[in-house]
């Protein structure tokens, strides 16, 4: 069996081309649709068999799972079937569309002709179809009309409907099949015999900057010329061009001032198989460059905007038909269309004016300049005064909340410590004792301290947990992302503090040994997440006039006091009590 050749064509937006073929000798061509395996995107496969076993096109429907297309079958049942002359080559023509259809394109640069089969069309279901030929996308050559030819050629192992060969010299035909009972089945192709594939330029439309205006819809502004019109017209065009090629209507002197056109816009006879890109060319001073503005378009209108040439220098738009493969294959000279265009600098104005009378004019300029600075100045310095005094008074507040903490902080461990003694529980009472004294030094240490490091702060917690473990039992664990510099990085002292007491007082404590409370403090991206998260059963969020809440109001306070005082890092603190457990979540944004 002979090798079969498979060619992927990608659905690439914003290029107006959703097909590609080759010739290919003594091959036919089908096409089918398909997934990549690997990227999940849809796409058309050109299936080329040769021509001595065209039966093989039926075989891509039985892709083994080891190729990276699941396959979807052919375009239609159709499958319409391609033959050209061996000898061709860059037969690459644009799909067209047709409704909800599109229809491959060929080149066929020489006198040879196409044979066109329907590999899907038996004589059991003929009488399903019809078929037609249309010339230059105006005359039918052959009206609908069934298909009553079946051959059995290329290989085929049943006969298939033959379409017929087809040739026609500087013109363009489509064939199209359909079916006559459903006409959403309906495969076309469309072959080109031109060789000239120059674009035919039908006008040139600029628009300037301002209201439309034109002379259906006028405006009361004194300007005699409309804001959009036709190059070519002398009479409207603001004299941006008065000569023009008589056989294109290009025109060969048009020049305009910077910023005194908004867009060009190009108006082609209609190719709509046949896919051109537009270059531009700029010699801007002693500097050449080329900007490709359009890959492929197969549009009768292209807009171009003014941000393309809007800079005084020589331009020369560029038009011609896509290259094969290449988009910047080259044709020859004779194939493509060029525009040149002058773009000038604004005009001078020129006024000649006396010392004598530029005098005054220069004195109260700079002393306008001075006044000006020296207001300035003034409400710079007032701005700057009242931002250091709002940062002062926010930091006093914080401070003021955090001595609030530290006693609160430390009557509850005098609590833990009084509730042992009461208990006769000795050993605990001094053990508890010894890691209160370490603690309350650690905190009194730092009391002055607005921000502490990652590492202090964990540690005060570890000691806390311990404390309170011995009286609880409960299980605990601390733990830092690894990719954190916990020894350098600061954060606002005591944040966790009064959530991890909460987490034990009203989370653990009545748990015993089968509590458990985790802290947790990770890295994303630029921010800090620091959580506590205990098992308990919870607590009422919005009760913060009960005494058992203080701690959190007054952390509450204190996020929204960090926020006024650290803007562009942010703090946010979410909390999540439920039956099962609560979760105290502070993000430090672009803490990192």
Request: net charge positive; glycine share 6%.
């Amino acid at each position: 069996m002979k090798k079969r050749i498979l060619v992927l064509i990608w659905l690439i937006a914003g290029y107006g081309v959703s097909g590609i073929a080759w010739g290919q000798g003594g091959q036919i061509q089908f096409q089918f649709k398909g997934v990549n395996r690997s990227t999940h995107v849809e796409a058309l496969v050109i299936n080329i068999v040769h021509d001595t076993a065209v039966s093989e096109a039926f075989d891509y429907l039985k892709t083994s799972k080891d190729e990276r297309f699941n396959m979807n079958g052919p375009v239609s049942p159709i499958m319409l079937g391609v033959r050209l002359n061996p000898t061709l080559r860059n037969t690459w023509m644009p799909d067209v569309s047709s409704m909800s259809k599109s229809y491959r394109s060929y080149n066929i640069p020489d006198s040879s002709e196409a044979i066109v089969i329907a590999l899907g069309i038996t004589k059991d279901n003929a009488k399903d179809y019809r078929y037609r030929v249309v010339e230059n996308d105006s005359t039918e050559l052959v009206k609908w009309s069934p298909i009553s030819v079946f051959q059995q050629n290329f290989g085929a192992e049943k006969p298939y409907g033959f379409i017929g060969k087809f040739k026609a010299i500087n013109k363009q035909l489509m064939i199209e099949v359909v079916n006559i009972n459903n006409y959403s089945i309906r495969e076309g192709v469309i072959f080109n015999w031109h060789v000239n594939f120059k674009p035919i330029l039908s006008q040139i439309n600029i628009m300037t900057p301002g209201p439309l205006k034109t002379y259906m819809y006028p405006t009361e502004v004194k300007d005699p010329y409309p804001t959009y019109f036709n190059i070519n017209a002398t009479g409207v065009n603001r004299g941006m061009a008065t000569k023009f090629d008589k056989e294109t209507n290009v025109p060969l002197d048009m020049s305009f001032t910077v910023d005194s056109i908004s867009s060009i816009t190009l108006q082609f006879k209609s190719h709509p198989a046949v896919a051109y890109a537009i270059y531009l060319v700029k010699n801007i001073g002693a500097v050449s460059d080329t900007t490709n503005i359009s890959n492929s378009f197969s549009n009768e209108i292209y807009p171009i905007s003014g941000k393309f040439f809007n800079q005084p220098g020589k331009y020369e738009l560029i038009i011609q038909r896509v290259g094969p493969l290449n988009p910047l294959k080259k044709w020859p000279e004779e194939q493509k269309l060029k525009i040149p265009f002058v773009v000038k600098p604004p005009p001078l104005t020129e006024k000649k004016v006396a010392i004598k009378q530029l005098i005054p004019y220069t004195v109260a300029t700079l002393c306008g300049v001075a006044f000006l600075f020296f207001m300035y100045r003034r409400q710079s310095k007032g701005k700057l005064e009242r931002a250091a005094q709002d940062k002062q008074m926010v930091s006093l507040k914080l401070r003021s909340i955090r001595a609030q903490l530290n006693p609160h902080f430390m009557f509850n461990a005098l609590t833990s410590i009084q509730n042992l003694v009461n208990k006769n529980d000795i050993a605990g009472a001094n053990h508890y004792l010894s890691k209160f004294a370490g603690l309350t030094r650690e905190v009194l240490d730092t009391g002055n301290d607005e921000l502490l490091s990652m590492e202090q702060e964990l540690k005060i917690l570890d000691d806390y947990l311990q404390m309170e473990q011995l009286r609880f039992g409960f299980r605990y664990e601390i733990i830092a992302d690894d990719g954190l510099n916990i020894a350098n990085i600061d954060i606002p002292a005591m944040l966790l503090q009064p959530f991890v007491e909460n987490a034990v007082k009203h989370g653990v404590a009545s748990l015993q040994a089968d509590g458990k409370i985790e802290v947790r403090i990770m890295k994303e991206g630029k921010d800090i997440l620091l959580t506590v998260k205990d098992n308990g059963k919870g607590f009422a969020i919005n009760r913060h006039d009960e005494k058992e809440s203080y701690g959190l109001k007054l952390s509450e306070e204190r996020v929204a006091l960090l926020n006024q005082l650290y803007k562009e890092q942010p703090v946010s603190l979410h909390i999540d009590a439920q039956t099962t457990g609560t979760v105290v979540s502070i993000r430090l944004s672009n803490w990192i």
